[in-house]
């Protein structure tokens, strides 16, 4: 069989304000029919640059080299997309090859039905009578998994959930029968027990339809439950490609080793966690909670007669002095609120929150300010969290100045040094800006920052979220190591188990504003009582293959 | 490597840019390429002009601006341009060259005076109302739309009134014709302000020193109102043109400032209608040039401002082959993003080396 695509020392370069970047340099690669290829790498390894010179979709700033083959479903030829006129790609794309979005909510247009979206891309290329164009979308919408396909099809985007939309933005792709689609990041927006459908959706897509898919991603679980065959990129470079289980067992490079390495899995924090339970000491139990929540309600009021929205309802936990609670939770679980809360940064609606011995509920700004210095918060976008007009050692030394404890930046400098260097960056670092430093470096720094004043309590509202994996593991490390140092107690919040597993003593697991379990690491994930936390756990593709088939058997017949 | 290693200062100081290239206009210039480089190089060549006259009219003119005779006795009124006035005389007598030249400095001093107090007016109310939201917001936003609703000119009018007086001084009519400007022109800083304020008040690092527990000025004075300053450079170019016209709205309908106290563009056209009928035209088509120029200067800075400081509107060198070594800049967690400044590549690289290295 021949390729379907195939990808020949293909080089992009991009002009920018500080000269031209190469971000795609010599990769060669091949889809064949029914295949599914993963490209993954970091943010920046220029995957998904490469995927998309497979539909010509780049900006004008950027110049291509080398080829780019397509063959159509019946085109033995093949053309090169790098060499395609304007016109030769509109009707390439949709008929030869379609892309699915990461984002579906803005994938979509929201003043158009959904079914006029698809049909638009019928009528692209060829006449149908609007009858048959209309059989021929709520057909593709019934083989996405659309229930009622003969009403939904007259909907608006906003009328579907986030899982639907991009199973819609998926028959939008299926609907010419392309013979390869480019998948980029398709369930990075979305929620774990989300991205297992759509994961199975994109299975069938292969299996049914026939389609190959390239999917980016760079999230190892997915790779391992949906790939045949995988390509490392890092740097614009292809580093190594190896079929899915061979890469598993078995990386060639380091640089694979390593990014499979540093993949958290669950159930890598139970001896953590044992070994800080065997360090405590007696009585340690009986110790006054740092925080106690006794049927903490938060509640956004509703606007133009609206409902009200309850983002909290009836949370009951407490944290010790020196432990770690991991909340987890999907988007709109409530995590991220009570975090806030915990900050003074939302108001309390309901029931009891005392955070170092200060009642939240109805607390005005002046109470919450004598504890403010025995609060730490590391915040969960690192680009954003800075002052991008400041350095780095003056972002530190904000919370010594404010608090008295320096006069001024310049007098704070030796114990921001100090602090640089307990979050291992180098003192030099301190006279840079935000922006020139990367991603995992910021959110050091912002953990340096949160500990400058040596808080009782840190918050960490998903602080490695932004983060590449590897970056991500040496984040976590470091928080582990001044944990042990500093024994600060933590509210740890994540989306992801593996990460809440790997630094929580307790965790919680949050859903629709209730916290539907809570107990040890072993208990909740090793026997997990509550189906929503079954359900959640099953959904989690585990970055081996072989495991992760097993898996999704279980997960199938736990979704039945 | 090596600006790691070195110690604090030197670092910042090999590893950025000077400050010199990073002053906005300046910044601006060197990244700009093609047509837009042209309009921002014309506008910035005009409004060079208008300012050296400004500064330098002493020297310039050949004339006072309220001159009517010298040693060789009376100018005479209405005289055709010659070699003893340059681009002839006013019906009132005064040498046309002389009048054009000091009138920059009017005009100068009013746009100063007028972009100053409303910038400062402006941006106080804005950070103000923006910041801390509620009743104060709305009634001040409500404020705002009402001045918005007069016609802009009318209101300038009014205010030159109320503000001299009558009174036709030098200082006197700046400030009235400055400060009737002003009040215009407060609305528009408002409103920006109001809206980057906003914006940057929900931005993580402003919660983050709400976490700190800093207190409302200090979030207002460090995190917010240097962040949201960003647009001012633009505005300014674009309003200090309009100050312009509007000055010479107020001249052109006699509110302006009498010919004994200074020079004035507004005014001079003013005087030169009855001439342009009777075929003179020296009176009326330089002073009208002036203003022609001025504005069409500072509108030219103020739109290719705009255009570059938008990364979507920028035009780029087109991206021929790049040097070799570039392509470490693309590092795994390295900040290169479109639109990042020049100096960012740099610095990262160690950065980046060092991640990867671990």
Known sequence: MTDIVDIQDLSVTFATDSGPVRAVDGVSLSVQPGEVLAVVGESGSGKTVTAKTILGLLPETAHVRGAVVLRGRDDAEGADVAAMSASQLRRMRGR??????????????????????????????????????????????????????????????????????????????????????????????????????????????????????????????????????????????????????????????????????????????????EVRAARRPEGWADQAPVVSAKDLRIVYPGRFRQPDFVAVDGVSFDIRPGEVLGLVGESGSGKTTIGRAMAGLTKVSGGSFEVLGVEMNGAKEKAIRPIRHRIGFVFQDPATSFNPLLTIAQCVAEPLVVHGRAGSPEDARARVDELLEAVQLPASFGDRFPHELSGGQRQRASLARALALDPELLIADEPTSALDVSVQARVLDLFDELHRELGFAALFISHDLAVVDMLADRIGVLHKGRLVEEGTGSEVLGAPKDPYTQRLLASLPVPDPVAQAARRAEWEELSA | ????????????????????????????????????????????????????????????????????????????????????????????????????????????????????????????????????????????????????????????????????????????????????????????????????????????????????????????????????????????????????????????????????????????????????????????????????????????????????????????????????????????????APGAPAGAPEPAAPAAAKEASA
Not at chain 2, 96 to 119: D, E, H, K, M
């Open chain 1, 96 to 273: 030869d090859a379609a892309m699915v979005f990461q984002e579906p909510s803005t994938a979509l247009n929201p003043v158009f039905t959904v079914g006029w979206q698809i049909i638009e891309g019928l009528q692209a290329h060829g006449s149908y009578t609007k009858a048959e164009a209309r059989e021929k979308a709520i057909d593709v919408l019934r083989r996405v998994g659309i229930p009622d396909p003969e009403v939904r099809i007259d909907h608006y985007p906003h009328q579907f959930s986030g899982g639907q939309k991009q199973r819609i933005v998926i028959a939008q792709a299926l609907i010419l029968d392309p013979g390869v689609i480019v998948a980029d990041e398709p369930t990075t927006a979305l929620d774990v027990t989300v991205q297992a459908e759509i994961l199975d959706l994109l299975r069938r897509c292969r299996d049914e339809f026939g389609a190959s898919i390239v999917l980016i991603t760079h999230n190892m679980g997915v790779v391992a439950d949906l790939a045949d065959r995988v390509a490392v990129m890092y740097q614009g470079k292809l580093v190594e490609q190896a079929p899915v289980k061979e890469l598993f067992a078995a990386p060639r490079e380091p640089y694979t080793q390593q990014l499979l390495a540093a993949v958290p899995r669950i159930g890598e924090g139970l001896a953590r966690a």
């Open chain 2, 1 to 336: 490597m090596a600006s790691a290693a070195a110690t604090a200062p030197a670092a910042t100081a090999s590893s950025r840019p000077s400050r010199w290239t990073r002053l906005p206009v300046i910044s601006q210039l060197r990244q700009s390429v093609g047509l837009q480089r042209g309009m921002l190089v014309a506008g910035l060549v005009l409004t060079g002009i208008f300012l050296l006259t400004a500064l330098l009219a002493p020297m310039l003119a050949p004339y006072g601006f309220s001159q009517l005779r010298d040693e060789d006795g009376s100018f005479g009124s209405l005289q055709e341009p010659s070699s003893a006035h340059l681009l002839g005389t006013t019906v009132g007598g005064y040498d046309v060259l002389s009048r054009l030249i000091w009138g920059s400095r009017t005009a100068l001093l009013v746009i100063i005076v007028a972009v100053a107090a409303s910038i400062l007016v402006g941006v106080t109310l804005g950070l103000i109302s923006g910041y801390f939201g509620g009743w104060l917001d709305r009634v001040l936003v409500v404020i705002a739309d009402a001045i918005y609703a007069f016609p802009s000119l009318l209101l300038a009018i009014v205010l030159a009134i109320v503000i001299s007086g009558g009174q036709s001084s030098m200082w006197g009519g700046i400030l009235a014709a400055a400060l009737s400007i002003t009040v215009i022109f407060i609305p528009q800083y408002l409103r920006v302000t109001r809206a980057e304020v906003i914006r940057i008040k929900s931005e993580a690092f402003v919660e983050s020193a709400r976490v700190i527990g800093a207190s409302h000025a200090r979030i207002m004075i460090r995190h917010v109102l240097r962040n949201s300053t960003r647009t001012m450079p633009l505005i300014l170019t674009l309003n200090a043109s309009e100050a312009i016209l509007t000055l010479a709205g107020l001249g052109f309908l006699g509110f302006g400032i009498e010919p004994t106290a200074a020079a004035e563009w507004g005014y001079d056209l003013n005087k030169a209608v009855s001439d342009v009928t009777s075929g003179i035209w020296w009176t009326s088509v330089f002073p009208g040039m002036a203003i022609v120029l001025v504005v069409l200067g500072l509108t030219l800075v103020g739109e290719s401002l705009n255009d570059l400081s938008d990364p979507r509107l920028r035009k780029r060198a087109a991206g021929a082959e790049p040097v070799e070594d570039l392509g470490v800049d693309l590092g795994d967690d390295a900040p290169v």
